[in-house]
């Protein structure tokens, strides 16, 4: 997927990617980006929007580490939760050259004239099935676009992009390289081991126990499905003297991004988490991804269990 999208992203052609999750798709956008842009001061050259906080701080890490020998390059990440006057003043006093945000907090800059985007070049959506299929979120994205210039370079991404959902995406492009994984059967990675075990509600602690102890994990991520079983899961496995973790929507975004930080850096080895860490987001040490309650659909199991190589 690289190998393709790459050569011609650099030469700044519209981009549509279907890609299963782990393959590199952020690479293809952070690479052919910071090789075209041509920083000036005070000036925003790239956007790049996402459905949520946590994948808009983990985008804008990456380009942060690629830009590492870019030092006249400056990246920035816009979210809500966080106060909007410290994003002003950031775009005050030190606009960065790429913005990397949710559309909310991008919209809310936009409207209020702290942040250009006259000069935008390149306009990125990763996920953007998230984006565009929640009417909310394409409104949004809509009115974002119409604030940047009409010649620019336009690259879409997702790990799961419906037939329906791709003339939506090709509406905001000039004729796009469009690249597609249309079999569900090739979503999944070469090298995934998965294994089930039936099992009633009851059994699931101890199960789960029994495993941590077998399993030789660098890192695990267990998937629960509600808040409240995250946190009561995470509990548990405290008392029982697991090295665990827990995330789910109901922390604040400072500590939500705190605890995956921790975990990222490997300061705890065990992740209970509910589906807002499961889309975009990849640990490169996470090798054992569990289900502790199954999904709903498939495209949520294939983003659960995608980034690592190890699925239960």
Same mark, same amino acid.
């Given at each position: ?192 081991? *998965?294994?089930? /075990? ?9 199960? !789960? =126990?029994? @495993? #941590?102890?077998?399993?030789? &994990?660098? *890192?695990?991520? /267990? ?9 009561? !899961? =995470?509990? @548990? #496995?405290?008392?029982?003297? &697991?090295?665990?973790?827990? /995330? ?65």
């Amino acid at each position: 997927m690289q190998h393709e999208c790459i050569p011609q992203a650099i030469l700044g052609m519209d981009v549509l990617c279907q890609a299963k999750s782990g393959m590199g798709k952020t690479a293809v956008f952070v690479l052919s980006t910071l090789q075209q842009i041509e920083p000036v001061a005070g000036q925003v050259a790239a956007l790049v929007l996402c459905h949520t906080r946590e994948l808009a701080y983990q985008i804008c890490h990456e380009f942060e580490r690629f830009s590492t020998y870019l030092p006249d390059i400056k990246v920035a990440v816009f979210y809500g939760g966080v106060n909007i006057k410290v994003h002003k003043d950031l775009l005050k006093n030190e606009c960065p050259h790429i913005v990397v945000g949710t559309p909310g907090r991008i919209l809310g800059l936009g409207r209020d004239k702290d942040l250009g985007l006259k000069n935008v070049r390149h306009f990125i959506l990763d996920e953007c099935d998230k984006m565009l299929e929640s009417l909310d979120m394409r409104k949004d994205v809509q009115e974002i676009f119409k604030m940047t210039p009409h010649d620019k370079q336009v690259m879409m991404f997702s790990a799961t992009l419906s037939k329906d959902i791709r003339p939506v995406c090709k509406k905001f492009m000039q004729d796009p390289m469009e690249i597609y994984v249309d079999d569900e059967a090739k979503l999944t990675l070469h090298g995934l081991v *998965q294994h089930y /075990i039936k099992l009633s509600e009851l059994e699931k602690n101890r199960k !789960l =126990n029994d @495993l #941590l102890d077998a399993l030789d &994990f660098n *890192q695990v991520v /267990i998937f629960v499905k509600s808040v409240n079983r995250a946190a009561e !899961l =995470n509990k @548990l #496995l405290v008392e029982c003297n &697991f090295p665990s973790i827990c /995330i789910h929507s109901g922390m604040s975004q400072e500590e939500r991004l705190t605890r995956y930080k921790s975990f990222k850096e490997g300061h705890k080895r065990i992740l209970v988490a509910t589906d807002l860490v499961g889309r975009g987001i990849d640990i490169e040490r996470v090798n054992i991804v569990i289900n502790y309650d199954m999904p709903d659909s498939a495209d949520t199991y294939l983003h659960r269990v995608c980034p690592p190589f190890f699925g239960i």
